[in-house]
């Protein structure tokens, strides 16, 4: 959007927006956008018939932050951006770790006292707290003194992984954000692994994805934030499930390497019921992992470090979400150590995002690669990259590996960036 509109023409697009985006809803049959925790997730389903949709959701989102940040002025939109992000955090932490949201009925309110009571936590505090996150949709005050859930703070007593997603951004990675500048001073522009904020908020040598995973500072929570992101918004499997030709395997194997609990696996084996998988991971991912029983005999798990050769020879070698945790070298490394495994023609299949220059996105699209770009700086010295850096993980890891597509599909936050092997290269 030109930064010369007025006011007047980016609330007639809103207007506009809003009103085509109304429409459509209902004539597909889909709820209405509500913060009702009735309504559901109220999720707009994915497919081309709701383009449109997706498309004035976008829209309006875009124009209306402009708008905010417009009427709001440079000088006050500049003092408080750090300090209501710095206190937004602040509410997730009382409500996070004093499981304020378990003592408020889904179907009902509950008072100051009698959250504060059952929590532990004072009253004050406690509708400090809440009241800050109402500022967020997140619960409301249907009459004073009493807190009843929306749908956006439901999700954290009907969604199990969900909470692990909040523990894991506020118990893992806002440690080391609030050490970013001891980082720099200690390490520089140092792009080693072990050389990352998360090292420096928890003293410690380990690379920093293996020392989170492994749960030394929280057990599961970050296989439960895992499956989360696995199935939501732009980062959900289903986008990589239905939108890549899976049947050209055909009845063959394929390796998630570094799976986790192997939620990927699962969906891929309920919708290919050809297709066989072993998920690896470290040994204690295997702990954890649980095929449904009806998958089993379609998928097994075995404990495997991606950093040593791999010992299984299968058709395609998935890594979701792997190499943007690691910087350049250690992400060649990584795929450095399937060849070995392969035959021609067998396919290993980067499941990432491709970054893509500012003006080829829109403004919510942008925010959110710009957040998971610095996530992955800031917490394991990781990179996400461009297609050009792609190439180059590629072509270092091993000159007989050839980039042969990268396929994005729709609103998805992941590409499948597809690498061939050819022995006689």
């Known amino acids: 959007m030109s930064q010369s509109q007025s006011l007047k023409e980016i609330a007639a697009s809103i207007s506009a927006n809003a009103s085509s985006l109304s429409e459509l809803i209902e004539a597909k049959g889909l709820p209405q956008p509500s913060f009702s925790v009735s309504d559901g997730q109220q999720t707009i389903p994915d497919g081309k018939e709701f383009e449109q949709l997706h498309a004035s959701r976008t829209a309006i989102r875009e124009q209306a932050q402009i708008l905010l940040d417009l009427v709001t002025g440079p000088v006050e939109h500049a003092t408080t951006w750090s300090i209501y992000n710095n206190h937004d955090t602040s509410a997730l932490v009382f409500i996070y770790h004093c499981k ?38 997140f619960f409301y005050e249907p009459q004073p003194g009493h807190v009843a ?31 970013l500048s001891k980082t720099i001073d200690k390490y520089g522009n140092s792009r080693e692994p072990n050389h990352s904020a998360t090292n420096v908020a928890f003293e410690t040598d380990e690379n920093p994805m293996s020392f989170i995973a492994a749960g030394a500072v929280s057990g599961p929570r970050f296989s439960g934030a895992m499956r989360w992101a696995g199935k939501t918004g732009s980062l959900d499997d289903s986008h990589i499930v239905e939108n890549y030709p899976w049947d050209d395997f055909g009845d063959g194997m394929i390796v998630d390497v570094a799976g986790g609990t192997g939620h990927l696996s699962i969906s891929l084996a309920q919708r290919y019921p050809k297709l066989k998988f072993i998920v690896q991971d470290l040994p204690q991912q295997g702990k954890e992992f649980s095929a449904p029983s009806h998958l089993q005999d379609r998928i097994q798990f075995m404990a495997h470090d ?18 943007h945790d690691w910087p350049d070298e250690a992400s060649s490394q990584i795929l450095r150590q ?19 220059e500012p003006n080829r996105v829109s403004e919510p699209e942008r925010r ?19 297609e050009a850096e792609w190439e180059n993980i590629v072509r270092n890891a091993d000159a007989r590996l050839k980039l042969n597509r990268i396929l994005t599909p729709r609103r998805s936050h992941c590409s499948v960036i597809e690498v061939v092997f050819h022995a006689g290269a």
Do not use: W
């Open 100 to 137: 304020l949201y378990q003592y408020i009925p889904l179907d009902g309110t509950a008072t100051f006292e009698e959250i504060a009571t059952k929590s532990g936590l004072d009253v004050h505090r406690t509708r400090l707290a809440l009241r800050h996150a109402m500022t967020r949709r």
């Open 149 to 179: 859930h929306t749908a956006a703070s439901a999700l954290l007593v009907k969604e199990p992984d969900f909470v692990d997603f909040l523990g894991h951004q506020l118990g893992d990675t806002l440690p080391a954000v609030a050490n």
């Open 306 to 323: 991606m950093f040593q050769p791999q010992p299984v020879t299968a058709d395609a070698y998935i890594l979701r979400l792997i190499c």
């Open 338 to 356: 399937l060849v070995p495994a392969m035959r021609d023609g067998a396919r290993i299949l980067l499941i990432e995002a491709v970054m893509l």
């Open 368 to 386: 959110f690669y710009s957040t998971t770009a610095l996530h992955m700086a800031v917490a394991y010295n990781g990179k996400e990259r461009t």
